[in-house]
């Protein structure tokens, strides 16, 4: 979700990353985005204030190269005075259960229901073919395995609750760890509306983290935890890392040992991350989750030595990565992962060892030094592939002492300073003492001062580097024929949702209810009302290259005419009860492929038999329909049907599944009609509640093992009429 609202209760009154956006453009940064300049020794101003520095997002880079020099002179007086004015030791880093953080370079953050996860017709959840079929990013270091928001507030279960009824989620975890991924669960802070747990959050939070044996917690809309929260965590078994959304302040990246880089604008000539300057062990995550060109966040994390988020689905929307960026992200976590040592202990240079020429073009370097190994990253921000002289390293030839140089993005030893970057992308020289002199079994060791007052060696063996050389020269084939292979690589791998179609049934006057409501075959314009969540709806991205969106650009209502065509049908007056449909579980002998939280809410033995029916899945409400000679009415027929006389809610009012399921083959939905007498209260964050009017409609995400059954959910059937022609229903 959106970063920074918090209501915990030593947050600020006030967040200037949560202003309204109505006065400004979408498309282009906020100023709270922007970079933030840094005076340089000399030119006259003020320091920078710590207020502003301390929470900055980017320090930009100035415009003219001869500026450089002063500027990372500068850059070193900030992280210096800011660290003595916080006392700062980087204790946390130093913790060897808690070191791999500052490798843990790519995150996936996944719904926990995505069909490449979860097999809706096995119900079981398929780890390995979701690796699988992501493994064009790069591979995996952490998931965040995301499970309530958007559905939470469809009931009283509070996010707790989202994880631990989940059956087998502790094995899920352990699937993604035997495969040395990380995994985090999301705390919701916002979440104060739903049932209240036992304990506090900090409590509930520290103990669901032992259950699940995760390694990390991701902070929703938190900067930072409050310090009940990081102890809690701290202590818990298996101690926990703490990863925040956005701009963490400098007094917190002690007890953070990772952020997201989210809404972060970049200099022309890349900039440097604040948080990562601080601090060179702390991870950062660039995400823009609208974007479909990611070729901006991933050369300020390239420039950086940070990691990226790699979000292709944002709560049920597709925004999904081109193959350009998908092979420009491979590139960088190859080599990100084969010298993580360089990038987090080694004397890192910005904007230090590019040729002018290749600044001229557009081309930036930036140099890690760790021992005898030199890393340069470089970047091209144009939009053609730069051919050139590019390390001025190399411009006079190899160093005399017997270093060799390799591009480590194309695999190629290179002979000279002529490097290829592609267009909006990233490649990577290393200059190192020559690996190829040790005999078996040796290694090219190096040892430098860390960041933060350790120390390390780097080692990287002959055969390493061979393998990594070929593995890059293979991928850089494969994505030379992949672009030529496409009209633009870097187009939106567009996808689109498509309507499962219900079976057909007649309407023979059968079934256990005694009234309908007559739709008649047409063409209509409806309304279509909703309020506008991240969700979006039926098709596309609610946002679209935008910055972050807020008030009045989310959750406001919005109106809309969407145009259908019905066949002829006839739609029940009312919902099945629970008395029906208990006598259908008992004619029938009906078990569902999980039990989990079946007919729950009804099937207590409180509830009155002429209630409606709920704790039901859109499967068992199908199920029902199909033993009833019926089908679910789609929502188009429900809302018709809806504004006829005859058309009856039983009370206590509670939303009805319809035939409305899509799929684009990742994420699952239905759209609820009616609303229902329960609404959760205290956030905007959770779904929509109480009674609502027909053409209102609930965009609810599919989920499974039984999750998706709520006492507040229910249905009622529909038919196809006798009279309607083979071309009848609803398209």
């Keep these: 979700m959106h970063s920074d609202t918090t209501v915990r209760p030593d947050a600020p009154v006030h967040d200037p990353d949560e202003a309204h956006t109505n006065g400004l453009n979408p498309l282009v940064p906020r100023p709270i985005d922007r970079p933030t300049e840094l005076p340089l020794p000399g030119d006259g101003r003020e320091p920078l204030d710590p207020a502003v520095g301390d929470i900055a997002k980017i320090f930009s880079a100035p415009s003219d190269p001869a500026d450089w020099p002063a500027w990372r002179e500068a850059l070193a007086a900030w992280r210096d005075d800011a660290r003595a004015r916080l006392a700062y030791t980087g204790e946390a880093y130093d913790r060897p259960d808690q070191r791999w953080t500052s490798s843990c370079y790519s995150v996936a953050l996944v719904w926990l229901w995505d069909e490449r996860l979860f097999d809706r017709a096995t119900s079981r959840f398929t780890v390995e073919a979701f690796l699988e079929r992501t493994a064009d990013h790069g591979g995996f270091d952490g998931v965040v395995l995301w499970h309530a928001y958007p559905v939470i507030g469809i009931d009283e279960r509070n996010q707790f609750d989202f994880y631990r009824d989940v059956p087998g989620m502790a094995d899920v975890v352990r699937a993604f760890q035997r495969h040395g991924i990380r995994v985090f669960i999301n705390y919701n802070p916002w979440d104060t509306g739903t049932r209240r747990p036992d304990g506090d959050d900090p409590t509930e939070l520290a103990a669901l983290v032992g259950e699940l044996g995760v390694d990390g917690v991701f902070l929703d809309t938190l900067k930072q935890a409050d310090d009940s929260l990081v102890t809690a965590l701290r202590f818990a078994t298996p101690p926990q890392v703490l990863e925040g959304e956005s701009r963490v302040p400098n007094e917190r990246i002690a007890d953070h040992q990772l952020s997201w880089a989210q809404w972060f604008a970049d200099s022309d000539a890349p900039g440097v991350m604040r948080a990562h300057l601080f601090e060179q062990r702390h991870m950062m995550h660039s995400t823009r989750r609208w974007n479909r060109d990611h070729s901006a966040e991933l050369q300020s994390a390239w420039m ?51 040729t002018d020429a290749a600044i001229a073009a557009g081309v930036y370097t930036s140099t890690y030094r760790l021992g005898s190994t030199t890393l340069f990253t470089l970047v091209n921000r144009g939009d053609s592939d730069y051919r050139g002289e590019a390390v001025a390293a190399l411009v006079d030839g190899l160093p005399s002492d017997g270093s060799r140089a390799y591009d480590l993005c194309a695999g190629v030893e290179l002979d000279d300073a002529r490097v290829s970057v592609p267009a909006r992308g990233v490649t990577a020289v290393l200059v190192m003492m020559d690996a190829a002199a040790p005999t078996s079994g040796d290694r090219v060791d190096a040892s430098a001062s860390a960041s933060a007052s350790a120390s390390t060696r780097f080692e990287l063996g002959h055969a390493e580097l061979s393998a990594l050389l070929a593995e890059a020269a293979d991928d850089r084939a494969r994505s030379a024929e992949v672009r030529d292979s496409m009209p633009d690589w870097s187009a939106f791998p567009a996808r689109t949702a498509r309507r499962t179609l219900p079976e057909r049934s007649r309407f023979t006057g059968a079934g256990s209810h005694v009234g309908v409501v007559p739709v008649a075959a047409g063409d209509y314009a409806l309304p279509f009302r909703y309020r506008r969540r991240e969700t979006g709806t039926y098709q596309g991205a609610p946002y679209v290259e935008e910055w972050k969106p807020l008030a009045p650009r989310l959750h406001d209502d919005r109106d809309e005419i969407i145009e259908v065509t019905l066949g002829s049908a006839s739609v029940a007056d009312r919902e099945v009860t629970v008395a029906e449909f208990t006598h259908f579980v008992a004619e029938t002998g009906y078990q569902p492929a999980s039990s989990n939280r079946f007919l729950i809410g009804t099937a207590s033995g409180f509830s009155h038999p002429d209630v409606a029916v709920t704790g039901v899945s859109l499967d068992d409400a199908r199920a029902y329909a199909a033993w009833a000679g019926a089908r679910l009415p789609t929502e188009f027929e429900w809302q018709v049907a809806a504004e006829q006389p005859g058309f009856e809610r039983i009370r206590p009012l509670v939303w009805n599944w319809t035939e409305s399921e899509h799929t684009d083959g990742i994420t699952r939905f239905s759209m609820l009609k009616g609303g229902s007498d329960y609404e959760a209260p205290g956030s905007d964050w959770y779904v929509d509640g109480g009674e609502r009017e027909p053409a209102f409609s609930l965009k609810f995400l599919a989920t499974g093992l039984g999750i998706d059954r709520s006492p507040h959910i229910g249905f009622r059937l529909a038919w196809d009429t006798a009279d309607a022609d083979d071309e009848g229903g609803t398209r």
Excluded: Y
């Excluded at 990691?307 to 944002?314: A, C, H, Q, S, Y």
């Excluded at 081109?322 to 910005?350: C, I, Y």
């Design 304 to 354: 950086n030595g940070t990691g990226m988020l790699v979000w292709d689905t944002v709560f049920g929307v597709w925004v999904g990565w081109n193959e350009r960026d998908k092979a420009t992200l491979r590139s960088m976590l190859r080599v990100q992962r084969a010298f993580a040592d360089v990038f987090s202990h080694g004397d890192w240079q910005p904007l230090a060892g590019g």
